[in-house]
């Protein structure tokens, strides 16, 4: 309907084909809470178990109401396809998975969300996948780490708590040479950043957060850009080449692209083979509320910007604040980064750090009367934490500062209440933390 638009104030409210229920012709996305659907016939069920038409089967695979958030997603991110999961964290461990087998390694830079490296040093090293960590700001790291069984790069897009931008289109270059992909997780960057325009072969977003907005629905996505030349290296991705003995040999880079005439064998093996397997499907339910979030999110993205923009200038030489950590209070070469890939606005999230350490940041998150103390971002609330004592906790201290958490540090994620509410409520509390301390 709107692919004429490259307006996400637009895409966000009609992005992908429906327009309405062709059934009852209403305008709001049906809620299809259903667990299955019945075939017209032997052969149409047969078809769609052999993958030689796509339609619905079982909500664990596909689900109408998911199906028209899937299909604006991708208009969002200017991808070609989507897969919508149950949690941000599903849609990291099977965008990985979806490539790699046990032997395989993938290269993944420091500056990480806290429940991420847990996956990557615990989880996925249990599974025998090896993840080698590259500093951002020197991008040929990436590419002296790599070898035979490199399957993929991995970063995020505005990584907290460090809040350095990654530079994506440096690294994809890097990748695309080889036949690696880049997987940006763009979770706190949707509307501002397009990381498909800068070279990234997937996107990923943790749904629960700016695109759902509202704190009820967790979700995650996966976005395949539908431009990656997945035949640069043929033994690089085995599971997109060689034959899968699940689905009768299929060979997914050659028989996706013949059924649906689109670059995206790795979008629809994720979905046939990883989510059929593994069964992480997003609720009908939650896909309905998070579609309900998406129709704002631009113009509450626009209001998180500026009030941020606003909280970071306040703070910036305030005394009872030893630093503020903000997207473009970086050094020099991730503040040129910044100004590259943000477009409209610079991110909600603020870092401060206190000068009295762990107690210190405790009693200014507990003396908080507006924030919310909760272990998430992108609400449409103002929300506080302190990742050393709750987010970050599990890491050893090395990981810790190495991700940018110190004793002292407060993550802020700036709501989109009034600015002067925001202020008021901040400094109250510093004033508080100040006293209590000195």
């Known amino acids: 309907m709107t692919n004429f638009s490259k307006h996400p104030e637009t895409i966000g409210i009609h992005g992908g084909s429906f327009r309405k229920d062709e059934t009852q012709t209403s305008v709001s996305v049906p809620i299809h809470q259903t667990t299955s659907y019945e075939f017209n016939s032997s052969k149409h069920a047969s078809n769609l178990f052999s993958l030689k038409e796509f339609g619905n089967?079982?909500?664990?695979?596909?689900?109408?109401?998911?199906?028209?958030?899937?299909?604006?997603?991708?208009?969002?991110?200017?991808?070609?396809a989507a897969l919508c999961l149950s949690s941000g964290q599903s849609a990291s461990a099977l965008s990985i998975q979806n490539l790699c087998n046990t032997g395989d390694n993938i290269?993944?830079?420091?500056?990480?969300?806290?429940?991420?490296?847990?996956?990557?040093?615990?989880?996925?090293?249990?599974?025998?996948?090896?993840?080698?960590?590259?500093?951002p700001e020197n991008p040929k790291e990436f590419k002296e780490l790599s070898d035979s069984k490199t399957r993929l790069y991995y970063a995020e897009t505005l990584p907290n708590p460090s809040l350095r931008i990654f530079p994506i289109e440096e690294v994809s270059k890097i990748g695309i040479d080889s036949g690696i992909p880049l997987i940006i997780d763009n979770t706190a960057c949707p509307v501002i950043c397009n990381p498909i325009d800068y070279g990234a072969a997937i996107v990923l977003h943790s749904l629960t957060k700016f695109i759902g907005g509202h704190g009820t629905s967790i979700g995650g996505v996966i976005i395949d850009s539908g431009k990656f030349d997945w035949s640069i290296d043929k033994k690089r991705q085995p599971n997109i080449w060689e034959p899968d003995e699940s689905y009768h040999g299929t060979i997914w880079g050659e028989a996706v692209p013949k059924l649906t005439g689109a670059n995206i064998p790795y979008i629809i093996r994720n979905r046939v083979v990883l989510l059929r397997d593994l069964g992480s499907a997003l609720s009908p339910f939650n896909s309905f509320l998070i579609i309900q979030g998406l129709e704002t999110l631009a113009l509450r993205m626009k209001q998180h910007c500026i009030n941020a923009e606003k909280i970071k200038t306040l703070l910036e030489g305030h005394p009872k604040v030893s630093k503020v950590i903000f997207s473009?209070?970086?050094?020099?070469?991730?503040?040129?980064?910044a100004q590259k890939y943000l477009k409209g606005g610079n991110g909600s999230l603020i870092g401060i750090e206190l000068s009295g350490g762990m107690e210190a940041g405790k009693k200014f998150i507990d003396n908080l009367k507006l924030f919310y103390h909760v272990a998430n971002i992108g609400d449409s609330r103002s929300l506080a934490i302190h990742p050393a004592s709750t987010t970050h906790s599990q890491l050893n201290e090395k990981d810790m500062l190495l991700a940018g958490v110190t004793p002292g540090y407060v993550r802020l994620s700036i709501g989109i209440e009034h600015f002067e509410d925001i202020t008021y409520d901040i400094m109250q509390s510093l004033e508080k933390v100040w006293t209590a301390w000195f």
């Open 107 to 135: 290269i993944a830079s420091t500056d990480l969300y806290g429940g991420t490296i847990n996956l990557f040093n615990n989880t996925l090293k249990s599974m025998g996948i090896e993840v080698r960590y590259a500093n």
């Open 328 to 337: 473009t209070n970086q050094n020099k070469y991730f503040n040129n980064l």
């Open 57 to 80: 089967i079982y909500t664990r695979i596909m689900n109408p109401t998911s199906n028209v958030l899937e299909e604006r997603l991708a208009s969002l991110e200017k991808g070609a």
